[in-house]
């Protein structure tokens, strides 16, 4: 059973701060990692993917991969009222279907 | 606009009815899922379809039944509906050129009474 974790929160974190989301998975073997975003009654939206280990960096947002550690991170900087959101971490290997975590809601307060 | 649409968008069935979700993608792509997301669960896949004419189980396929009609269209079948598959059903596609890069349908909201 392929498994992803992820806190289910809520983080808080002030407008302006860096909001930093983690997310840990069992399989050694996986090689694909995406970071999903949820509003709340709405669909989620692909926002991150990452395939090998160190940051990469989208505007606002950067994922963080450590393979050897088995987590993916999700950092959000200059965090504002819009991003708040759930934030789904989902993690595949090869070419079987990805795992998703639970999800961590994140709210970010004026 | 390109997208993936799901019909219906809220739907109430008393327990043993049957019902059809409907989803079309617009974009070409080859592979379509349908999830359902519970509350403290996240995600979980119900059956997938790798490529017209092929279906798959997922983690969760249990009273259900799926059809790719074409590469447009992938239903998800409820035979005999039970409180327990009260859940949103989210369809998702994605491009075989970047596999699992989800496109999301905007969910049908299922309540069983």
């Not at chain 2, 008393?14 to 974009?27: H, I, N, P, R, V």
Request: with cysteine; charged share 15%; aromatic share 12%.
């Amino acid at each position: 059973q392929k498994e992803v974790e992820q806190n289910s929160g809520p983080l808080s974190v002030p407008e302006g701060a860096i909001a930093s989301l983690n997310c840990t998975y069992s399989d050694r073997g996986s090689q694909s990692f995406f970071w999903y975003r949820q509003y709340s009654g709405k669909s989620p939206e692909l926002i991150m993917s990452i395939y090998s280990n160190g940051d990469k960096e989208d505007g606002r947002f950067t994922a963080q991969l450590n393979k050897a550690s088995q987590y993916v991170s999700l950092l959000i900087r200059d965090s504002q009222p819009s991003d708040s959101a759930t934030y789904l971490c989902a993690v595949s290997g090869g070419s079987y279907i990805p795992t998703f975590g639970r999800g961590t809601s994140l709210i970010v307060h004026p | 606009n390109a997208g993936v649409t799901q019909t219906p968008k809220f739907q109430v069935l008393k327990t043993g009815q049957s019902m059809t979700l409907q989803c079309a993608q617009d974009m070409n792509h080859n592979s379509m899922y349908w999830y359902r997301q519970d509350p403290g669960m996240g995600l979980r896949l119900i059956y997938y379809s790798a490529s017209e004419g092929t279906t798959d189980k997922g983690e969760v396929p249990n009273g259900y039944n799926v059809s790719r009609l074409n590469k447009r269209e992938f239903s998800l079948r409820l035979e005999s509906a039970a409180p327990s598959q009260t859940s949103v059903y989210f369809c998702a596609s994605d491009p075989p050129e970047v596999t699992h890069y989800y496109t999301f349908g905007s969910g049908t909201r299922l309540t069983v009474v």
